[in-house]
Nanobody
């Protein structure tokens, strides 16, 4: 099992930026696809972005495309989500998830991932 710990959330004004981090325990982090999901109050958890094991491929939800960037540093066993031009509708708890690398599997279903962190709160004020 991979243990994940998110950090970097906080309160930011509309138009601001935040960078979330996801620290993973264990070895061979590069062998895992990683994704970010978020859950706003009263809403279902939704896919935000994913990056393949090794970092060669990425995918984004339409709602964040062009504003968010997912990346990873396998030497540090850490993934990132750089969020810019934040909007109030980005307010949510953000979770990182991982699964054994298989980019051919669908990305947007959380049940296809094996590990999930506790989440970090992002609040965007208007």
């Amino acid at each position: 099992q991979v243990q994940l710990a998110e950090s970097g959330g906080g309160l930011v004004q509309t138009g601001g930026s935040l960078r979330l981090s996801c620290a993973a325990s264990g070895r061979s982090f590069s062998n895992y696809d990683m994704a970010w999901f978020r859950q706003a109050p009263g809403k279902e958890r939704e896919f935000v972005a994913a990056i393949s094991g090794g970092g060669g491929m990425t995918s984004y939800a339409d709602s964040v495309k062009g504003r968010f960037t997912i990346s990873r540093d396998d030497a540090k066993n850490t993934g990132y989500l750089q969020m810019s031009s934040l909007k109030p509708e980005d307010t949510a708890v953000y979770y990182c998830t991982t699964r054994a690398a298989n980019w051919r599997r669908q990305l947007e279903y959380e049940w296809l991932y094996d590990n999930r962190g506790q989440g970090t709160q992002v609040t965007v004020s208007s």
